[in-house]
Each structure stands twice: as C-alpha cells, then as structure tokens.
C-alpha cells in the first residue's frame, strides 16, 4: 500500500468516527479488532494505544453515544472558528468538492477530501492544492480538536482519538514539510 493510500484510510477512519455515533455493528468490528491500525513509538500513539485498549476492554456504546452528543459540536471547524463554513463552502465549490458528511465545516468533510486526494497519486498541482488545504483549514482547526478531545473527552474512545489524530496531523506536517505553528 502507497504512503498515500495509507493516510488516505486513516482520514476516512477518522471521518467516520467522528460523523456521527458509532452504529452497532461498528461498535461490534471494532471491538473484535487487535489495537489501532497505527503502532508507532510516538507518544501520541504510546498514549492513544493505551486509551484505545481500555476502550477495547472495558467502554459500552452507550458510554460513546453519550461522549459523542457532549463534543459533537467540536467536530464542526465553527466552534473555533466563526467563519469557517462560508470559508470552507467558498473552497469546496473553488475545488468542485462535494461535502458528504453532515455539516460542511464538519472536521468529517475535511478529513474525505484529504482521503480523497491522497488516495491517487499526488502530481505537483494536488499537493499544492493539498498543502494549502492543510495550512489554511485543516491543521488550525484539527490540532485544538485533538487536543479538546484529549482533555474533554469522557471515553477512552474518544480520548484515544484525539491522541491518533494529533499523530495524524503531525505526520501530515512532516510528510508536506509543513512549518508547526
């Protein structure tokens, strides 16, 4: 598997889990699954292998229902940012993107257009088009989230998300020698 297609299924991980709550028969994949897709020595991921295990051993769905419903609107760029819909709108039809999942600032539709461009090859115009994205929306809006999740979070669940995706921004940063802000 290409690097690309790689991050590419991570993102729509992410989006996924972060759109709505997670249905029963997710819930019950997930539980049946060895540990995150991702080992690493990183300390995110050290930290969000620790969550994402007590989430595997001891969390009901109920318990990320109710987490969900609690930090739901951070899953939306408009909760740090006032104009992050219109921003975003104005972006998408720039691009012809066609947001999918629920709002169209949701951290959910960003993550699909990352998936979306990395998951084929990236010529010299997408990663330009994909660095920009990065720069101006994504990781201003993602790195908070990750950490809000880190710290607000009731579930380990979502607890280890918010430490995978910092993970996933970094990786992003270094992978498109983005400068850290």
């Excluded at 998408?92 to 993550?111: A, C, R």
């Excluded at 998936?115 to 994504?138: M, P, R, Y």
Aim: charged content about 25%; hydrophobic content about 40%.
């Amino acid at each position: 598997m290409r690097l690309g297609e790689f991050y590419s299924v991570l993102a729509m991980i992410f989006a996924k889990n972060f759109n709505d709550t997670l249905t029963n028969e997710d819930f019950e994949k997930i539980k049946k699954s060895k540990g995150w897709v991702v080992k690493n020595e990183s300390e995110n991921n050290k930290n969000g292998a620790k969550f994402y295990d007590d989430f595997l051993q001891n969390e009901i769905l109920a318990e990320l229902r109710t987490d969900f419903r609690a930090i739901k609107e951070r899953f939306r760029a408009g909760f740090y940012f006032q104009s992050a819909s219109d921003d975003l709108q104005k972006f998408y039809k720039s691009i012809n993107f066609n947001p999918k999942m629920g709002e169209v600032d949701s951290i959910s539709n960003q993550l699909l257009l990352i998936a979306t461009i990395l998951k084929n090859e990236l010529d010299e115009t997408h990663q330009k088009l994909l660095v920009s994205f990065l720069t101006g929306f994504f990781l201003p809006y993602a790195v908070p989230l990750s950490l809000d999740l880190m710290q607000i979070s009731k579930s380990s669940f979502y607890k280890s998300m918010g430490y995978f995706l910092a993970e996933f921004c970094q990786n992003l940063q270094e992978i498109f020698k983005i400068k850290k802000g």
